[in-house]
């Protein structure tokens, strides 16, 4: 079984969440972002050149101009090999453990696994962005000592930031997911099974 839903992020971007139930113990959670904006490109792609033209005028110098188009094809292709990242899937099997996939633009994949057995707790954290909004973590169990945490792992990061989830007041029990970046802020841990905080109300 498959549903797909549409929420905007705190900057007006567009998101969409896919869930898939293969069977009882595995579920997997798909969420994707915009891909990269041929406008945005092209924007910097010409400040770039008219910057190193106007150099180039200035200096009369022929390697500004060469020296610009490699610093563009180099830094495009390190931004969508490195930097953006078009989809992040969390696969859940409840007998294994947790395995996180991060999808680039340039095709290149990052996956971290999780041992269930090293899960701890799946969480619903506190964090402050002119505002209080929550976001998902999971926690990790301390090898030494079995009481404590050894890591705060955030779920659905694009480099650097987390789906936080924030309530929308003008509907009561309704919530709205935006991505704010993670700043945590001491506060008490209300343990929630992902599946189900990932239930999300369209507002």
Not at 18 to 31: A, I, N
Not at 63 to 89: P, R
Not at 140 to 146: E, G, S, T, W, Y
Not at 181 to 195: E, I, K, S
């Amino acid at each position: 079984m498959e549903d797909e839903q549409s929420f905007s992020d705190i900057c007006g971007g567009r998101l969409a969440l896919q869930r898939r139930y293969y069977s009882p113990s595995c579920r997997e959670f798909c969420l994707s972002c915009p891909r990269i904006s041929f406008r945005s490109l092209t924007a910097v792609t010409c400040t770039v050149w008219l910057a190193a033209y106007g150099l180039f005028t200035l200096c009369e110098n022929s390697m500004i101009l060469s020296a610009a188009i490699f610093i563009t094809l180099l830094g495009l292709l390190g931004y969508l090999h490195f930097v953006k990242i078009d989809q992040e899937t969390l696969l859940i099997i409840d007998s294994l453990g947790i395995q996180m996939t991060s999808s680039y633009a340039s095709g290149k994949e990052s996956t971290t696994f999780i041992e269930m057995g090293k899960v701890k707790d799946v969480v619903i954290n506190e964090a402050i962005y002119m505002k209080v909004i929550y976001y998902l973590c999971i926690l990790l169990k301390d090898p030494v000592d079995p009481q404590g945490i050894s890591q705060v792992v955030p779920l659905f990061q694009f480099t650097g930031w987390a789906v936080g989830l924030q309530r929308d007041s003008s509907q009561r029990g309704a919530v709205r997911p935006e991505l704010l970046p993670l700043r945590p802020h001491p506060c008490r841990l209300d343990p929630l099974v992902v599946g189900e905080r990932l239930q999300m109300q369209q507002p």
